[in-house]
């Protein structure tokens, strides 16, 4: 199967493409870096010709209003591309509870991008996962000093992006699923108790203070973050995950 990887070259993308060679598919990955561009449409007709399926794992460059205006112009193009080239199936990673959150600028850019495709003429499939293991650090550093990480109880269930990975190229793979699938780590945290946890397993003498008005976070409300009962769980332990890499 030949699958065009579009944002194939990032976090997720890369092991998704190493995902789908390994399992005897054609993934050929593409990016700015390789003359493809969302926004302006350059090479998507040639990235997408003779492509069986199309992953679109690109991302806005920003988390502010100019996000809806990034996934507006970027889902158009490929899902007109996608047309062009009779592309049977169209799969985007998205975000568990993207829907719930209308005051974050760049969730409501990833529902409208959601929104354009189900939208769209082509079969597709949604995988919604859980915030990644690999940006919990970033998260962290929004909100702290010198002496204190301020974070809100907010829950999250962070996964591993190795298991996204498998998952989207698991997906991409299969029978588009008119749908979503909810992916999620096994263990959920409120974020100050998962900021502790990872601030002690990189040897960070730091505190933290639960401060339910700190980060952008801070406008979630309840446990909208978490999956809902028949989601997918991902093998991998966040306390596991820190153990190997911090």
Known sequence: MHIAVIGGTGLIGS?????????????????????VDVITGEGLDAALTGADVVVNLTNSPTFDD?????????????????????VGHFVVLSIVGVDKVPELDYYRAKTLQEDILKAGPVPYSIVRATQFMEFIPAVLSWTADDDTVRLPRTRLQPVAAADVA???????????????LELAGPDAYPLDELGLITLRA??????????????????????????????????????DWLARHA
Do not use: C, W
Not at 16 to 28: E, W, Y
Not at 166 to 180: D, K, M, Q, R, S
């Open 166 to 180: 498998a998952t989207v190229a698991e997906v991409a793979a299969g029978t588009p699923l008119g749908g979503t």
């Open 202 to 239: 990189e040897g960070d003498s730091r505190s933290v203070t639960t401060d339910d008005t700190a980060g952008m976070f801070a406008a979630v409300n309840g446990d909208v973050l978490t999956p809902k009962s028949g989601a997918r769980i991902a093998p991998t332990r966040y306390t």
């Open 15 to 35: 092991q998704v493409v190493r995902d789908l060679d390994a399992a005897g598919h054609r993934a050929v990955p593409h990016s700015l870096s390789t003359g």
């Open 66 to 86: 100019a996000s809806p205006g990034f996934f507006r112009t970027s889902m158009d193009n490929l899902v007109t591309a996608a047309r062009k080239a009779d």
